[in-house]
């Protein structure tokens, strides 16, 4: 009965033979074209040019379909300029309608060659998916002269459409869509390993622009996994939050982009640090800000405010989660203000920063009634404002702590391990989780945490785990045995600034603990890989991206230009389609120039694997569910034969 009841409901989409035989036909062709490219990205800390502008060019595919075609055709400089136009269409349409003086001559060129580049990427796709991918109303006319394959009525055929288009005004429009559908088309699907916000100036872009991409998912950094907590409204996260980014000199985003007020806090930090140079807290200036520039000192001021209040209400949450072992990292009350010193793990240290008004010694967690106050108008505004919160939901809807997909699995931070290699064990609630049934039990209980109203909440408070996620020694997602952002501000002595990574981070470099990692999950070790963020691999150093004997991949090379120094390199993408994988090594992005040129960087190609045949679709995890659907059909269609069901017309 229930076979039955479920083909009574495929009947209503498919409701006769014809029609199941047809789907049927349309899936098994499906199957039979080439793996669609996988794109795999991580750590991208909010570096919005540098990132779109990897998308645009497909990490240097574009570039190489266009070298592929018109090499000995067109000369470097011209083929430059046709990937400068996929890359930023609206720069090179304004430098060319300067330079050149018949424009709608540039166009019809431009359109043929894009033509040709649009079809070479578009071949592993059915017509009627590129046909999707293509901006309405324009998509008639591309789809045209996509698939015009006649040779003798071509050029007549081209040149209409082509002259029809200049001739109704909307060249440059139709050129802009057009380089778009190429690069949208040159990446099937996008996985981001991680880490979308901070240090850099534009999460919000970023988010912004893979809202509007077509096949997109995220594996959560603990970078985000702290902006969701601050989402729900949790005081550490929201701290924590605004400590980088004010850190950072990122104004714009914060106050333009998210709507957060930050002059109640500008306010008191200026009533209470005003003669106060605030040395430590000098922000670390990698972007200008354009529409809300913020003087360096009272920056400075406002960093040390938010800092001193983070400080506070993580004490608060420390003292009442035990069961996340994190009493070390409470230091208020180890300050001694008449000696000027601080003891850390029993060790003394020389604070370079003693001017700590609103800290009251016995009660050295609890915030002054300003303090308190300006919490109050930040969650208001967090928790008010749109375009964050819908930012954060799409990262519910649209990721996870890991993702399994076509035989790899990506998670940003570790595995939690001993030394020994094996899974820890970690508490909560009274029952302890480790490996896979650890990542699944987080990856709930986040969900849960944003999702149940604070009223009926049994244990803490909304955010309190996304919170231990962030910092937490345990935490698969932070990975080291301390966060020590104290320290660092308010002690010189750079030994105690260090964050000791867990075993994790050298075990990895074995093969046994990563096949482990994939026997834990499901995988085979001989077919299947780990994609891998969060720390910096140092090439300059000699460190390589490839660690477990070619099983792990760690692709956070440096997009944010914080890293950039210690890496050498601009970040990594991994590239996954039906021939190899590769990893496409990324110099430093160069923004456009007052003149309108821009210069771009080719990374450079390694292939790290050759599939021994080509791969398809039939082979991936979309095959598999599309082979499942056939069979559904089929049964289908059995039933009319049958008779169990009726055809209708």
């Not at 440059?172 to 240090?199: K, M, P, T, Y």
């Not at 200036?285 to 809300?292: A, E, F, S, V």
Request: glycine share 6%; charged share 30%; aromatic share 10%.
């Amino acid at each position: 009965m229930a076979d039955i009841k479920f083909l009574d409901l495929l009947s209503k989409d498919y409701p006769n033979i014809q029609a199941a035989s047809a789907e049927i036909i349309n899936l098994r062709a499906i199957s039979a074209l080439p793996k669609g490219t996988e794109y795999f990205l991580s750590d991208l800390h909010g570096e919005h040019e540098a990132f779109i502008h990897m998308l645009k060019s497909a990490s240097g595919t574009i570039k190489a379909k266009i070298d592929e075609h018109y090499d000995g055709i067109l000369s470097e400089r011209d083929r430059e300029d046709l990937a400068s136009l996929i890359y930023n269409a609206d720069a090179e349409i304004k430098r060319r309608k300067k330079s050149d003086e018949n424009f709608d001559d540039w166009c019809k060129i431009v359109i043929y060659r894009l033509i040709t580049i649009c079809q070479s990427v578009s071949t592993k796709y059915t017509r009627s998916k590129v046909r999707k991918r293509l901006p309405k109303y324009l998509d008639y006319a591309m789809d045209e002269l996509l698939h015009a394959d006649d040779e003798e009525n071509k050029s007549h055929y081209y040149n209409t459409i082509i002259s029809s288009v200049i001739e109704c005004g909307v060249a440059e429009e139709f050129i802009i869509e057009l380089a778009d559908s190429i690069s949208d088309l040159a990446v099937d699907q996008l996985h981001i390993i991680g880490d979308v916000w901070d240090r850099g100036a534009h999460p919000d872009d970023i988010m912004d622009f893979l809202m509007e991409y077509h096949d997109v998912d995220f594996q959560w950094g603990n970078h985000d996994i702290v902006w969701m907590g601050a989402a729900t409204g949790h005081w550490a996260c929201i701290a924590n939050i605004l400590r980088m980014n004010i850190s950072y000199n990122n104004f714009d985003m914060l106050e333009i982009g998210y709507g957060i007020n930050l002059r109640p806090l500008a306010m008191f930090a200026e009533q209470v640090y005003g003669d106060d140079p605030c040395i430590p807290f000098k922000p670390h200036i990698l972007d200008r800000n354009k529409y809300d520039p913020v003087d360096e000192k009272l920056a400075a001021k406002m960093h040390k405010a938010i800092s001193i209040i983070q400080f506070k209400v993580e004490g608060q949450r420390i003292k009442a989660h035990p069961e996340y072992k994190l009493e070390k990292r409470l230091l208020l009350d180890k300050i001694n203000l008449e000696e000027g010193t601080v003891t850390v793990e029993g060790k003394k240290y020389k604070m370079r920063d003693t001017n700590l008004p609103t800290l009251d010694p016995k009660d050295p967690y609890k915030l002054t009634p300003e303090e308190n106050a300006v919490m109050n108008t930040l969650e208001a505004a967090i928790l008010n404002s749109e375009k964050l919160q819908k930012h954060i939901r799409f990262l519910f809807s649209h990721g996870g702590l890991y993702k399994k997909i076509n035989g790899n699995i990506l998670y940003h931070g570790c595995i939690p391990m001993d030394e020994r290699g094996e899974f820890i064990e970690i508490e909560f609630g009274g029952k302890r989780y480790k490996g896979k049934a650890l990542m699944d039990y987080l990856d709930i209980q986040t969900r849960r945490e944003f999702f149940t109203p604070k009223s009926k909440m049994i244990h803490g408070i909304p955010g309190d785990l996304m919170w231990y996620m962030w910092l937490g020694g345990d935490s698969p997602l932070f990975g080291k045995t301390k966060m020590t952002t104290f320290e660092r501000l308010f002690i010189e002595d750079k030994q105690s600034h260090k964050e000791p990574t867990r075993p994790y981070y050298s075990l990895r470099d074995q093969k046994g603990p990563c096949e482990k990692i994939l026997r834990e999950f499901g995988l085979d070790p001989t077919r299947s890989k780990i994609l891998n963020g969060h720390v910096p691999v140092k090439i300059k150093d000699g460190e390589s991206p490839i660690k477990g004997g070619g099983l792990l991949y760690v692709i956070d090379g440096g997009i944010s230009k914080a890293y950039q120094k210690k890496t050498g390199i601009a970040g990594y993408t991994f590239i996954f389609n039906s021939r190899f994988m590769a990893l496409a090594e990324h110099k430093p992005y160069e923004p456009l120039k007052e003149d309108g040129t821009q210069v771009f960087h080719s990374p450079e190609m390694h292939t790290v694997e050759t599939l021994p045949s080509r791969m398809l679709v039939l082979d991936t995890d979309q095959g598999a569910d599309l082979t499942e659907r056939i069979e559904d059909l089929k049964q289908l269609v059995e039933a009319y034969r049958k008779g169990v069901l009726k055809e209708r017309y």
